[in-house]
């Protein structure tokens, strides 16, 4: 593949990520504009809104001072009747002044307008998420892993989605407790034998009894606790809140095991 070509090929990336990200980011205005005291389309916001700053980072080659991190981080603010700039916007006028950010990174990738111009190639990589994880090795197939999880929740492969979050959850939380040991994990009462043997069940439990993560994942839905078992014709359907209250909960666990993200 030629520069042009790779070139092309990365930029059709993002515009593929940005109409997917504009898209829910409609459906959640919208539903913020009916109610915006709904606790989960608050928590559904915040995770949107961390996915367009990945994503607004990633275009900005990781510069707050480019036009579209500055567009970013302007749309939290709302102006005094002086014009200074003062933070409480409300969430469904954040909401329309995101969807405008994206719109704009839109227009520059495509050449459609006269405004500066994002150069996809000399966006900065995804930032890395698991250093936290002890285990090298599995950081890049943990990176790969979210990546592939939010790609088939924006393409509405929710059982791929909550499978894979469900399996990044299991191994990050795995990779602390065998940082941890067996024995200081005895000590909070941990069940003999293998971690390797325990139940996903298990291994949350025990992280949760030891301190390693607190309580987040008593929001994970009834599918994903038995995902490991469900195959075939008995495999459960999964829903669109399923995926994402799945990837919420991976959101929180990576946030306590990594308390300076």
Same mark, same amino acid.
């Given at each position: 593949m030629s520069m042009d070509?790779?070139?092309r090929a990365q930029i059709e990336t993002y515009l593929s990520h940005l109409d997917a990200l504009m898209r829910r980011g409609r459906e959640l205005r919208d539903t913020l504009t009916s109610d915006s005291s709904d606790?989960?389309?608050?928590?559904?916001?915040?995770a949107w809104q961390?996915?367009?700053?990945?994503t607004v980072n990633q275009l900005s080659g990781g510069s707050k001072a480019h036009w579209l991190a500055r567009s970013f981080s302007q749309a939290f603010l709302m102006r005094s009747s002086s014009g200074r700039a003062v933070e409480g916007a409300a969430p469904a006028e954040i909401a329309n002044r995101l969807l405008e950010v994206l719109e704009q990174a839109v227009a520059s990738l495509s050449g459609t307008d006269d405004g500066p111009v994002i150069f996809a190639s000399s966006a900065a990589p995804p930032p890395h998420r698991f250093d936290?994880?002890?285990n090298a090795e599995l950081r890049p197939v943990l990176e790969q892993a979210y990546s592939d999880s939010?790609?088939?929740?924006?393409?509405k492969h929710f059982d791929a989605s &909550? &499978?894979?979050s469900c399996g990044i959850l299991e191994a990050i939380v795995t990779d602390a407790l065998e940082t941890k040991? &067996?024995?200081a994990l005895a000590i909070s009462g941990a069940p003999a034998g293998k971690i390797a043997d325990w139940s996903f069940e298990t291994r949350i439990a025990v992280a949760e009894k030891t301190g390693l993560i607190r309580g987040g994942c008593a929001r994970l839905p009834a599918v994903a606790w038995t995902y490991r078992d469900e195959s075939g014709s008995a495999k459960v359907a999964v829903s669109e809140n399923d995926a994402r209250r799945t990837g919420q909960v991976l959101h929180v666990v990576m946030r306590d095991l990594d308390p300076g993200r």
């Open positions: 070509e790779s070139l606790s989960s389309s608050m928590t559904a916001v915040r961390e996915d367009c700053g990945v936290f994880v002890h939010r790609r088939d929740l924006e393409q &909550l &499978l894979t040991g &067996l024995a």
